[in-house]
């Protein structure tokens, strides 16, 4: 009989165990909000266009929707995507990337705001420069899996990987084809705008 009672007090042990262990590795699940603020001015306009320069700034926040607690770190991948007016070709104008932790003294909830990127372009005769075409946010745990992924367009699980892999200031195509690099946008639209807004020929 006692070892009766052994046998069943050693497989219920074991069943707590297990069942602890089950708790611990249950799947982190997460509310992810995302907006990006957006603000045009022109800045002058000429016989060939206008200028004008777009301001965006991105603001996240991930908040833990699950019960059970997650001590481990976090991870949050933003990437801010823009588009090219004469190519159509898309640009990863920036990529951010932060590590937090979910606690009760945060609320369980992590909060990010980038800085503010300055997109300009003209239009009319001369129609050149980028505007910022939508977000790409990644959330992984301590072991690089992928907990949700959250974006303004559809992207599919290639696209997000191939955007993931691409980094900060790659220039691509519709299907994924690396085209170059992104060009500081400053010194690109520098160039542009004094030919747009250039009154001509008075005589």
């Known amino acids: 009989m006692k070892s009766l009672f052994r046998g069943i007090l050693g ?9 602890a262990e089950a708790q611990t590795k249950f799947p982190l699940k ?5 907006s990006a603020k957006t603000q045009r001015e022109q800045l ?3 016989a060939d266009g206008q200028a004008k ?9 991930v908040r833990k929707s699950s019960s059970q607690p997650w001590e481990e770190p976090v991870n949050m991948e933003l990437y801010v995507i823009g588009k090219q007016i004469q190519t159509g070709y898309y640009g990863i104008i920036d990529v951010q ?3 937090f932790t979910f606690s009760k003294d945060n609320d369980n909830s992590f909060e990010f705001e980038s800085q ?8 009319g005769n001369i129609n050149v420069g980028g505007v910022y075409e939508t977000y790409l946010v990644v959330i992984t745990d301590s072991k690089g899996e992928i907990v949700d992924t959250r974006s303004g367009r559809t992207i599919r699980d290639k696209g997000i990987a191939l955007i993931r892999e691409l980094g900060p200031m790659t220039l691509f195509d519709r299907d994924g084809n690396v085209v170059g690099k992104v060009e500081n946008p400053g010194e690109a639209f520098k160039k542009a705008i004094p030919s747009a807004v250039d009154p001509g020929n008075q005589y």
Request: aromatic share 6%; hydrophobic share 45%.
């Open 30 to 34: 997460v509310d992810i909000d995302v």
């Open 53 to 61: 320069i777009e301001q965006v700034k991105v603001r996240v926040k």
């Open 116 to 123: 503010t990127y300055a997109l300009g372009r003209t239009s």
């Open 11 to 19: 497989v219920a042990v074991l069943g707590s165990a297990l069942f």
């Open 44 to 46: 002058g306009a000429g």
């Open 97 to 99: 990337k932060k590590e």
